[in-house]
């Protein structure tokens, strides 16, 4: 199976870093590093889903759970903004109590 040009870098990049494999104290770093974030069509996909179930206006708790049903994780500070961005870009009313991340 060939790998994609973006995992095939990453390979590299890990493979030039620990030339004798990766140590196991270094596993949770490197994961932190190489953490998933919404694509933006993933982010246009939550924001459209909150409309279409009429959970406005928003708030962080519906916003990540309905992140959490599409990726299987729990969502990112940066996601959640992100999200929130979209929403208002659009018009849309968002939670008041939902403080925005300079806040």
């Known amino acids: 199976m060939a790998l994609s040009e973006l995992l095939a870098r990453i390979v590299a990049w890990l493979r030039a870093g620990y030339p004798q494999g990766v140590p196991d104290t270094d596993y949770l770093p490197l994961l932190a590093v190489l953490a998933k974030r919404l694509t933006e069509d993933q982010v246009r996909q939550v924001a459209a889903e909150l409309i279409l179930l009429g959970a ?11 992140i959490t049903k599409l990726t299987d994780e729990m969502p990112r500070e940066r996601d959640l ?4 961005a979209q929403l208002r ?15």
């Open 89 to 103: 870009a659009g018009g849309w009313p968002i939670d008041e109590g939902w403080p925005q991340a300079s806040e």
């Open 81 to 84: 903004e992100r999200v929130r």
């Open 56 to 66: 406005l206006p928003a708030d962080r708790a519906d916003v990540g759970v309905l």
